[in-house]
T-cell receptor, first 113, second 114 residues
Framework: AQSVTQPDIHITVSEGASLELRCNYS??????LFWYVQSPGQGLQLLLK??????LVQGIKGFEAEFKRSQSSFNLRKPSVHWSDAAEYFC???????????FGSGTRLSIRP | NAGVTQTPKFRVLKTGQSMTLLCAQD?????MYWYRQDPGMGLRLIHY???????AKGEVPDGYNVSRLKKQNFLLGLESAAPSQTSVYFC?????????????FGEGSWLTVV
């Protein structure tokens, strides 16, 4: 069965610093990969997704992620974080049909002024 | 656009009571999902549906039932609520095309079982 691991429960970075959130998946075939963001009390918003093609994916709000098949990873990056980026971030993986999508346990991002 | 709408948004139940959460989507999506979100656990898939009249179990299906009688609606039922079912429930829908699949989430339903 597929699974998603986000090893960092909580990360704090200074405003203006770079960010990398880790995501590892377990799935036999090429997965569909997603990053979502959730602000407190809100639903989930899609940041970016990967299905095929270029392994470096650009998303909204200045985020990007890189699919590395050899490492089974799909890490999320941002070169310079803003205070408004403080939220919880979820990585997710889907089957090739993408009819069943499994989420990681999330990483909470705090921004230090 | 309404997107994915969940009702009710808040509910307090007593142990043993039953209730149904309703999810409606107006995007003509084939796939629909029910997730629960608990602190430190992320989102866990309860049940999902790949089309009208079909349902399938997810990661944590016990204690819940679902129905998809109409393409636009996906109902989640708790027959006998337990305190362990206190959670935030998210409904979602998606479609699949040549660009892949994207899930659209509702705003969540906060359920407390006392």
């Amino acid at each position: 069965a597929q699974s998603v691991t986000q090893p960092d429960i909580h990360i704090t970075v200074s405003e203006g610093a770079s960010l990398e959130l880790r995501c590892n998946y377990s799935y036999g075939a090429t997965p569909y990969l997603f990053w979502y963001v959730q602000s407190p009390g809100q639903g989930l918003q899609l940041l970016l997704k990967y299905f095929s093609g270029d392994t470096l994916v650009q998303g909204i709000k200045g985020f990007e992620a890189e699919f590395k098949r050899s490492q089974s990873s799909f890490n999320l990056r941002k070169p310079s974080v803003h205070w408004s980026d403080a939220a919880e971030y979820f990585c997710a993986v889907g089957y090739s049909s993408a009819s069943k999508i499994i989420f990681g346990s999330g990483t909470r991002l705090s921004i230090r002024p | 656009n309404a997107g994915v709408t969940q009702t009710p948004k808040f509910r307090v139940l007593k142990t043993g009571q039953s209730m149904t959460l309703l999810c409606a989507q107006d995007m003509n999506h084939e796939y629909m999902y029910w997730y629960r979100q608990d602190p430190g656990m992320g989102l866990r898939l309860i049940h999902y549906s790949v089309g009208e009249g079909t349902t399938a179990k997810g990661e944590v299906p016990d204690g819940y039932n679902v129905s998809r009688l109409k393409k636009q609606n996906f109902l989640l039922g708790l027959e006998s609520a337990a305190p362990s079912q206190t959670s935030v429930y998210f409904c979602a829908s998606s479609y699949s095309d040549s660009a892949g699949n994207t899930i659209y989430f509702g705003e969540g339903s906060w359920l407390t079982v006392v």
